[in-house]
């Protein structure tokens, strides 16, 4: 497997992403970026990315924040994540610009990119999903944050499809959000999905993490379900990849 770092550009912010591949195989690939949850790239989102390199795509961990910016402590990260909350035309330019260097590489199929995200990657990926970029066929948020932005949506319907896994009790994301993310994504017309785990709340997919007082804590159930329903999302999706959602004049069915 190739692995490396390369260092991209949004606006006069300096970006560092990791990119892993095959490089046996030949030929365009479909790419497959992981957005990371708040406290930035970590080894947890780079892993992923060659989790994807395993299953003969391109895989390609972003980064939100800068070149070598991380958080250390839930202070630190929440004020790390707090611009892009506030200003989520900034979180669009910035998760563009990955989708930007993706589409570059010469063993990516431009026209088969998809985005994973967790917690504030899940948000990120969603607002990419309602931008309607060209080339990003489908993303999955993994309890992620799912409140709308007020930025002006893309093509409607929405044409890309959308995953969302989600834990019931998650304190974050309280169920009357999830109830307006439905609607949302219903009203868009897009080709939506959401699995839902009882009694599980936040992280449910991060080995480390073990608070359940503050509902986040690891479950390799979740975690393996959720593993077999992104698999499946994005061998359909990337198989599916001719399929113009844009030219459908009624909502998804």
Request: with cysteine; aromatic share 10%.
């Amino acid at each position: 497997m190739h692995t490396e770092f390369i260092d991209y550009a949004e606006g006069e912010a300096t970006l560092e992403g990791y990119i892993a591949f095959d490089p046996s195989k030949s030929g365009p690939r479909p790419a497959v970026i992981v957005s990371h949850a708040w406290a930035g790239q970590d080894d947890f989102s780079r892993k992923y990315a060659e989790r994807f390199a395993d299953h003969g795509y391109l895989g390609f961990a972003l980064d939100m924040y800068g070149k070598g910016v991380r958080g250390s402590s839930p202070e630190q990260n929440a004020k790390l994540m707090e611009p892009f909350v506030k200003d989520r035309a900034l979180l669009l330019r910035r998760i563009a610009a990955a989708v930007h260097t993706v589409k570059q590489h010469d063993k990516v199929d431009r026209h088969r990119i998809a985005a994973i995200g967790f917690c504030f990657g899940g948000m990120c990926v969603l607002d990419l999903a309602r931008a309607g970029i060209d080339g990003v066929v489908g993303v999955v948020s993994i309890h992620g944050l799912l409140g709308p932005n007020s930025v002006k949506p893309g093509p409607r319907p929405m044409r890309t499809r959308v995953l969302a896994c989600h834990g019931y009790n998650d304190p974050m994301v309280q169920p009357d959000e999830v109830e307006a993310f439905a609607r949302e994504m219903t009203d868009a017309g897009t080709d939506w999905t959401m699995m839902m785990f009882g009694h599980r709340g936040h992280a449910f997919t991060h080995p480390e993490v073990n608070n359940p007082q503050g509902g986040m804590r690891y479950c390799e159930r979740a975690e393996g379900r959720t593993l077999a329903a992104m698999d499946h999302f994005l061998k359909e999706c990337f198989a599916d990849r001719q399929v113009d959602m844009g030219s459908v004049s009624k909502p998804w069915k």
